[in-house]
Every structure is written in structure tokens, then in C-alpha cells.
């Protein structure tokens, strides 16, 4: 029998396209530099061509590694030279609830986490975050939030996401922990209603506290423009001492140095999952985790030995 | 036991479809197909009866052929087919008002199955990633077809308080696509340059229209009561089906789009209602768990399948179809990893 050239046909002729990425298949492959240009051509030949995938909630794995973490890479490293605590308080796998507190005027902390999860944590974890309603109403914001692994923060996809052995982000302060006064720097403000500790109780996950050093003082917001921000549709209209004196210039973040800690985690699976309808039980749950989040702040501030400095 | 099962909706291609191959079924003894016009294709071994739904006369053909089983295919999706979106919505909400006023008053009823759509969930910045089944909208539909399908939920719910005796399943499809079907969304993917809102990329999830025929045949012969979300597997965001399709994409800004609809509808060239602008702004997702638990179906095109299913028969990618493409990553990667060699 001649050999025949081997095609995945349908046998029905209607089925799906398949071919081999040529990344992935037998042929030699280059290295050095030429092998960064072949992944590269890689790339845009997937996005010319839509061959790529995106999860339920939109997220795009590919995107995300390649292209809109790329930029944040040489911030975290050089500009805060984040440095990164108790990163074994993270599970390699199954679900956690990461939360942490919120502050600096732009939401760079929760990037930050995002990539001290992916680049440094040995299993490289996705944090998948979950954000508030504006980032997701907003043009741009929104669309590159869900292909950055983000959500809507609401109870359905929480519980959808831990349930699937995801690593799921809150921020609970919301606008009111990045949008405060740099005088209130580095107080937790109010934890939202707890509906993060009721999505962790319900799927019985753990809760990793982290606290995130440096942040407050990227933008530090000494002023505000009530009226300007309600014309633009915003929750505040921040003034920093260089925002927006010095026009676009006033936009780079004052070089802070940043440590972010994980805590041990909390557990809930001795609660049972009944637990999260228990609304005292929530309370308590939520104190608990913003006073170990404070607690981790204070003592990472006693021990800072400059804003600036290493 | 002989099964009667009258099908509406016929002359359109699902309907008659399914018409056509509830006749061929070994389960079902007789199928009459109800439309208002001939259907243009072969319905089989269905026996056609031209009647108007909106009209009392269904009452008299159910009687007369006792029938058991209604599946309600009658509401339609894109006004062109019906006429203007005023007949539309008199097809859709007057015709499902009669024909389930002649199911209440029938003797020999006992299963209505009708075909809904995943727009009833409407489409928001406030939706959850995943609709499911028992989940209200956030952002309720206020017109068009997606209207239109929740007031006929509604009166189907209303039927099944009414004759609890009826097992009544309604189908939730996500858009229908494939090689033979029409739909806006079809000749919306099919414009040279496709208008997408700019500074949003929509998440879409597909139905092959087999698949579609398929899940309502089993929610037909088998009982398998309740509401059920019937998508195939996985997501497709709108830029990538774009670029899957071969076409060019122009992102107009949201305050544009009404304009650019209207021009679009008015050369005939695509139909645009501000339902499907919304769609194509925020996108949608739907749980389908309980397609698999409660239905017991599983679909054999996913979303992707489904949709590249359309983009061939229609021969759409053909600048730069995949394989080209990959052929020429190959070449690439081939000349890179010979320069290496060489110079190493």
C-alpha cells in the first residue's frame, strides 16, 4: 500500500480545521535571537488568524503573557524593585482568594500582585481579579480587563472561578482604598459587605491576606476635584504633587520601593459552606482578614527603612 | 402508542428541519407542519398544512389529528422574513398567545417543547461571565426579538401553571450558525468590512445548527422538562471571529453606531437592531451544565467549530485562509533555524 500523505479529514468533511502549530511540531527549531523572532512571528500569525483560545470569562492567556503584562514587567522589576514575601503561602494548584489592600490612586498594586503571582510564584499563577462595575462599563478598560483574566466582583463568578481551581484577586476597599488622601495612607478603609468571604465559605476555599507595601506613594493623592470628576463620569479627579501640573510627565509614578507579603492563609472549610448565609459569621470572617492585613502593614512600615530606598 | 407531534413554524429552515427529521424518527408516527406560506424544501414524510397560528383554525387541526406533542418554532428572529418588525412581533407574541390557547383547551396534549434564545438574558456590563437557566437578566431586553422571546416565556409559563398535566421544555439557543442557515448574525459576519463598537470586544458563543435541530429533537422524544441554555462549548470573542472569518473589522465609537446602523439597514446589506448593537457591545455567556444533566445532550460542534462550519460553506477566508498561514510560519521558522545553524 503506497503511504499516503496524512490529513485529519472529517470523515463527514464538515468538521473542525485542525493543523500542528509549527512551534510545536518535529521540525528544528531555532534559538538565540532567531528564536525569539519565530515565536514572535508565532504570535501574530495566531492573532492574524484567530487561532487562539479564550476561557469562559474571556480570558486570553496568549495576550496576557505576550503583550499587556509585557510593559508592567521593567515597573515591577527597576522602577519598585518589588520585592515579594511568603510566596509559599500560595497553593501551586485548587482554589485561594487572594485579598489585599488598595491604594495609590491607579490600581498598579493589583497589576503588581498579578505579576509577583505569574513571574515569580512557582507554579506561575494567573490571579484572576475581580473588578469593580465602572472598570468593566468603561471603553478599553473593560475590554482589556476581561482578557487580562478579570471579572465582574460578583457572587456568581467568584464562586464560578474558585470552584474551577482558580486563584481569584479582590481589592475589598474598591475606589474608596485607592481613591483616599495620601494622609490616610496605609489605613484599610471599610471591607466592602464581605461578599468575597461568602464566595470563599460557599466554595470552601482559603483566604490569603497580602499586604502590599509602596503603592501609597506612586500617586500620592493631596487633592481632589469633586465637581471634575462627576463631569467625567469618574470616582474622583486625583491631585498629586505632579498630576496634572506637569502634564503627561505627571503620569509616572514616584519610584517607591514596594514589598508585597502573603500571609498564611485562613481556612473556611471548617465552616461548611451553610456558613456563608450566617451574615455575623461573614462579619467576622471579613474583620479578621482586614485586621491581619493591617497588622502585616504596620509591622512592614516599622521595619521600612526609606520610601524610596532599598 | 402513537406520537403526533405538530411542528410551527415549517417553512423556515430550522423548523422545517426538524420537521423533516421528526418524520424519519422511529419514536414519532406523524408530523404536521404548520406555516403560514409552503415551505420551499422537503419536509419528508410531514404532512404540511397551511394555517396561521395567529388564527383560531390550529385549534381545529390539533383536535382533529390529536395531537400530542407542540414544538413551537414559529418565533422569528430577523423582520426582513416576517415582513417588518410590526409583523414580526405580531407573528411572534399574538401567533404564540393562539397557538398555546389551543393547547390549553386540547384533550390529547401532553409536551410542549418550545425554542427560545439566550437573549431573553439580555446584555450588560453588569452580567455575570455565565448565565444560568435560573438567573434574571441585569439588563432586561426592551425591544426587538429578544423582547419578544421573553413575553413568550412568559405565556409559556403561564400554559404550564395552567396544565401542569403538559410537560413543557423550553430550549434557550445561543446564536444559531452553520453552512445552510440564514441570520442577521450571518450576514452581519459576512459584510466586507464588519462594524465593531470601538474599545469593546464582545464574548460570543455559537450553536451549530445541526446541533440546534439535535437538541430539539431530544428535548421531542424524550422527557426532559424544564428550561435549558443549549450553546456549544467554549467562547469566541468578536475580534477573533472576525479574523476567523477572513474579514476586516472598523470600530466605530459607541455615540456613531445608531447612525451606522441605520445606514447599514437601509442598503439592505445587514440588519441592525439596537438589541443586537448591544450584544455586539457587552456579549453574553451562558452555563450549559444542565444541557448536559437535565437534557442529556452534547453537542458535537463547539462555538469554534460551529462558527468556522459557516465561515467555510460560505468560502469567506480566502485572503489568508489558516493553512496558508501556518504554511508560511513553517517557512519562517525553517529559514531562522537554518541562519542559526549556520551561525553557530
Redesign the interface.
Known amino acids: 500500500m503506497p503511504e499516503a500523505e496524512v490529513i485529519a479529514l472529517d470523515p463527514e468533511g ?4 485542525r ?5 510545536e ?1 518535529d ?6 535571537w ?2 525569539r ?2 515565536s514572535a ?2 504570535f501574530v ?1 495566531r ?12 480570558f ?1 492567556a496568549d495576550l496576557t503573557d505576550s503583550v499587556l503584562l509585557a510593559p508592567l514587567r521593567p515597573l515591577y522589576r527597576h522602577w519598585f524593585r518589588v520585592e515579594v514575601r511568603g510566596l509559599e503561602n500560595v497553593p501551586a494548584e485548587g482554589g485561594a482568594l487572594v485579598v489585599g489592600n488598595h491604594s495609590g490612586t491607579v490600581a498598579l498594586d493589583a497589576l503588581m500582585t498579578q505579576l509577583a503571582l505569574l513571574d515569580e510564584h512557582p507554579a506561575h499563577r494567573h490571579l484572576r481579579m475581580l473588578g469593580a ?1 465602572l472598570v ?5 478598560v ?2 482589556i480587563s ?2 487580562a483574566g478579570h ?2 466582583a ?1 457572587a ?2 467568584a464562586e ?1 472561578l474558585l470552584r474551577a481551581g482558580e486563584l481569584v484577586g479582590v481589592w475589598p476597599e474598591g475606589f474608596k482604598g485607592i481613591g483616599k488622601p495620601f494622609s490616610e495612607r496605609y489605613k484599610l478603609q471599610r471591607f466592602g459587605r464581605g461578599g468575597f468571604v461568602a464566595a470563599a465559605l460557599r466554595t470552601s476555599t482559603p483566604i490569603i491576606p497580602v499586604a502590599i507595601m509602596g503603592a501609597e506613594e506612586t500617586y500620592p493623592m493631596v487633592g481632589n476635584v469633586p465637581w471634575l470628576a462627576r463631569a467625567l463620569g469618574l470616582p474622583y479627579f486625583p491631585l498629586t504633587p505632579t498630576f496634572p501640573w506637569l502634564g503627561p510627565l505627571g503620569l509616572v509614578p514616584l519610584p517607591s520601593k514596594w514589598v508585597i507579603e502573603f500571609g498564611e492563609p485562613i481556612r473556611t472549610d471548617d465552616h461548611g459552606p451553610a456558613e456563608a448565609d450566617d451574615p455575623m459569621m461573614v462579619f467576622n470572617l471579613t474583620d479578621q482578614v482586614r485586621e491581619t492585613i493591617q497588622q502585616s502593614l504596620y509591622r512592614l512600615l516599622v521595619d521600612r527603612r526609606g520610601v524610596f530606598g532599598d | 402508542m402513537g406520537r403526533v407531534v405538530l411542528v410551527t413554524g415549517v417553512s423556515r429552515h430550522l423548523g422545517g428541519t426538524l420537521a423533516r427529521l421528526l418524520s424519519e424518527h422511529p419514536d414519532v408516527d406523524h408530523v404536521i407542519g404548520v406555516d403560514v406560506v409552503a415551505p420551499p424544501h422537503t419536509i419528508a414524510e410531514a404532512e404540511f398544512v397551511q394555517a396561521d397560528i395567529r388564527n383560531p383554525v390550529i385549534a381545529g387541526v390539533m383536535s382533529s389529528a390529536s395531537v400530542d406533542t407542540v414544538v413551537h418554532m414559529g418565533v422569528i428572529a430577523t423582520p426582513t422574513q416576517a415582513g417588518g418588525r410590526s409583523a414580526m412581533k405580531e407573528i411572534n407574541v399574538i401567533g404564540t398567545m393562539q397557538l398555546l390557547a389551543a393547547c390549553q383547551k386540547s384533550t390529547t396534549m401532553a409536551k410542549l417543547v418550545v425554542k427560545s434564545s439566550t437573549s431573553v438574558y439580555g446584555s450588560g ?6 448565565f ?1 437557566e435560573d ?1 434574571d437578566p441585569r439588563h432586561s431586553p426592551r425591544s426587538g426579538w429578544a423582547k419578544d422571546n421573553v413575553e413568550v416565556e412568559g405565556y409559556v409559563r403561564g400554559f404550564s401553571r395552567r396544565r401542569p398535566d403538559v410537560s413543557v421544555s423550553t430550549l434557550r439557543l445561543a446564536n444559531i450558525v452553520g ?1 445552510r442557515i440564514s441570520t442577521s448574525m450571518i450576514d452581519y459576519f459576512s459584510l466586507p468590512v464588519v462594524p465593531t463598537i ?4 464582545s ?1 460570543l458563543q455559537f450553536v451549530h445548527e445541526d446541533d440546534g435541530v439535535d437538541a430539539l429533537i431530544t428535548a421531542t422524544v424524550n422527557d426532559r422538562p424544564g428550561i435549558v441554555n443549549v450553546a456549544g462549548g ?4 468578536l ?6 472569518a477572513g474579514r476586516a473589522s472598523a470600530p466605530i465609537a ?1 455615540p456613531l453606531m445608531p447612525v451606522v446602523a441605520r445606514m447599514l439597514k437601509q442598503s439592505g446589506l445587514a440588519d441592525f437592531s439596537s438589541e443586537q448593537v448591544r450584544f455586539l457591545t457587552w ?1 453574553r ?1 451562558v452555563d450549559t451544565r444542565r444541557m448536559r444533566t437535565v437534557l442529556g445532550f452534547e453537542p458535537r ?2 462555538t ?2 460551529a462558527f ?2 459557516f465561515v ?1 460553506a460560505h468560502h469567506l477566508n480566502s485572503v ?1 485562509p ?2 496558508r ?2 504554511a ?3 517557512q ?3 529559514l ?2 537554518r ?3 549556520r551561525s553557530a
Open positions: 464538515r468538521g473542525p480545521r493543523h500542528v502549530d509549527p512551534a511540531s521540525l528544528p527549531q531555532p534559538t538565540g532567531e528564536g523572532l519565530a512571528v508565532g500569525r492573532r492574524i488568524t484567530g487561532d487562539y483560545e479564550v476561557d469562559e470569562f474571556g486570553d462595575d468593566f462599563q468603561t471603553p478599553f473593560g475590554e476581561r482578557k471579572t465582574l460578583c456568581p463568578d464560578r | 456590563p453588569r452580567d455575570p461571565a455565565l444560568t438567573m453552512p470601538l474599545g469593546h470586544d464574548r467554549g467562547m469566541l470573542m475580534s477573533q471571529a472576525i479574523r476567523r459607541a456579549g455567556g460542534y463547539s469554534v467549530e468556522d462550519s467555510a489568508l489558516p493553512e498561514a501556518v508560511l510560519e513553517a519562517v521558522i525553517d531562522l533555524s541562519r542559526g545553524d
